[in-house]
C-alpha cells in the first residue's frame, strides 16, 4: 500500500522551478560546450578526440554522480541536494571560463557532470512526488520537469553564437563567463522555492533495485546516452563546416530548445501508456528519426526539420523512463530506481563522444559518425518494445 502524496498547492509553478536544477546542470553546464567547441578547438588546437574527450569526461561525472546520487539524498534530502549541486553546477562554469589548461577544463567538466547528475536524480524524484499530488495530470506535470533543459539549450543557443560573433575568434572564455552569470540568476528561484519535506522529499530509505527484470530497458537506455550525445556534441561543428554562421548555428540550437516546449503536450497520451517500454519505444524511435536527417546533407530546411523533430523527442526520452519507474515503483524505490536509470544513461553517454570523436579522426567526417549515433538511438527503440511491466 502506497503512502498518500504530500499536499503541492501550485505543483505546476513548484516542478517549473524545479526544472531550473536541469537548465542548468544539463541545459547550460552540459550541452553549451557544443557552442564553444568550434572555437576552443581552434583556439587550443584540439583533434577531434580530444573535443570528444571533453564530454566523456563530463558523462564520467555524470556516472559517478548517479552512483552516488541516492546516498547523498538519504543523507541531505532531495531539496537540499538539487541546490547543491545546482550551485556546483554554476562554479563548474566559472572554471571553464577561467583556464584554457587542458586539465582545469577537464576538472570542470567532470564537476558539472557529476552535480549534473546528482541534481537530475534528485529532481526527477522530487518532480515526481510533486506530481503524484495531482493523479489526474501526473504525466503532464512530470513533463515540465523534463522541459528543463531546453531552457538551458534555447538561452545558451541565443546568446553563445553572438558572442562568438561579437568577440571574434579565441573568445571562448567569454562565452563561458556569459554562461556562469545566466546560470546564476537562474539558480535564484531554485534556492527560494518552498519544497517542503514529504515521504520522498526527506528520510529517503534506500531500497534495492533488481537490474534484470529491466536489463533490455536498461540497456535501450544505455544506447540512447551513447547516441543521442553525439548528435549534441557535433551538430553544431557540422552546421558551421556545411557553412552556417552565427545565425544558422543559434537557428539550429534554438530550434532544439523551443521543441522542448511543446514536450508535454506532445507526448502526455504517449507517456500514459507507459506500463511496459512501448512508451520509450515510440519517442525514442522519434528521436533516431531526427538524428538520421543531417545525413541527408546540410539543407537549411532539413537541418532546422532534424532539430524540431530530435529536440521534441530527446527530452521526452528521459521522461518516459522516470514514468516508467513511477508506475513500476513504490514512491520510497524512486531515487534508487532512477538513479539505476540514470547509471545506464551515464555509461552510454561516457562512451558515446570518445568514440565518435575517434570515428571522425579516423574516418574524417562527421557525417560517419552521426550515422552511427543514429543506429544506436534505433537499436534502442527496438530494444525498449520488448520491456514488459515490472512486478504484478
Known amino acids: 500500500m502506497r503512502a498518500p502524496a504530500p499536499s503541492y498547492p501550485h505543483p505546476a509553478r513548484l516542478i517549473l522551478i524545479l526544472s531550473l536544477a536541469p537548465t542548468v546542470g544539463l541545459g547550460i553546464g552540459r550541452f553549451a560546450y557544443s557552442l564553444v567547441l568550434p572555437d576552443m578547438r581552434d583556439s587550443l588546437a584540439w583533434s577531434y578526440s580530444a573535443a570528444g574527450f571533453m564530454n566523456t569526461i563530463n558523462a564520467a561525472g555524470y556516472l559517478a554522480g548517479a552512483l552516488f546520487a541516492s546516498r547523498l539524498i538519504q543523507r541531505f534530502g532531495l531539496a537540499t541536494s538539487v541546490r547543491w549541486s545546482t550551485l556546483a553546477c554554476v562554479l563548474s562554469l566559472a572554471l571553464c571560463a577561467v583556464s584554457g589548461n587542458f586539465v582545469v577544463l577537464s576538472f570542470a567538466r567532470l564537476l558539472a557532470g557529476f552535480a549534473a547528475a546528482i541534481g537530475f536524480v534528485g529532481g526527477g524524484a522530487l518532480a515526481a512526488t510533486i506530481a503524484q499530488s495531482r493523479p489526474e495530470r501526473a504525466n503532464f506535470l512530470l513533463s515540465l520537469f523534463y522541459a528543463g533543459p531546453g531552457i538551458g539549450i534555447l538561452a545558451s543557443g541565443l546568446v553563445a553564437p553572438f558572442v562568438l560573433q ?17 546560470s546564476a540568476i537562474m539558480t535564484v528561484p531554485l534556492l527560494l522555492a518552498p519544497f517542503h519535506a514529504g515521504p520522498a522529499a526527506g528520510g529517503i530509505v ?12 536498461l540497456t535501450g537506455y544505455f544506447l540512447f546516452g551513447a547516441g543521442y550525445i553525439a548528435y549534441m556534441t557535433f551538430m553544431i561543428a557540422y552546421v558551421r563546416d556545411g557553412g552556417g554562421g552565427a545565425v544558422a548555428q543559434s537557428a539550429f540550437w534554438s530550434l532544439i530548445g523551443v521543441s522542448a516546449f511543446v514536450t508535454p503536450w506532445v507526448w502526455r497520451r504517449v507517456l500514459a501508456l507507459n506500463r511496459g517500454g512501448l512508451a520509450t519505444t515510440i519517442i525514442l524511435g522519434v528521436n533516431a528519426l531526427g538524428a538520421a536527417l543531417p545525413i541527408f546533407g546540410h539543407a537549411p530546411l532539413l537541418l532546422a526539420i532534424s532539430a524540431l523533430v530530435f529536440g521534441v523527442a530527446f527530452f521526452a526520452v528521459v521522461g518516459s523512463t522516470t514514468a516508467f519507474v513511477r508506475y513500476n515503483y513504490p514512491p520510497e524505490a524512486w531515487p534508487t530506481a532512477i538513479a539505476a536509470m540514470t547509471i545506464a544513461f551515464g555509461i552510454g553517454q561516457t562512451l558515446g563522444p570518445i568514440v565518435v570523436g575517434a570515428i571522425t579522426d579516423a574516418v574524417g567526417s562527421l557525417s560517419f559518425a552521426l550515422n552511427v549515433s543514429a543506429a544506436m538511438l534505433a537499436l534502442g527503440a527496438l530494444l525498449s518494445a520488448f520491456q514488459r511491466k515490472v512486478g504484478p
Open 206 to 217: 534506500r531500497t534495492k533495485f533488481a537490474v534484470m527484470p529491466v536489463l533490455i530497458y
Open 166 to 182: 561579437g568577440f571574434g575568434a579565441g573568445s571562448w572564455w567569454i562565452v563561458w563567463w556569459a554562461m556562469t552569470l545566466l
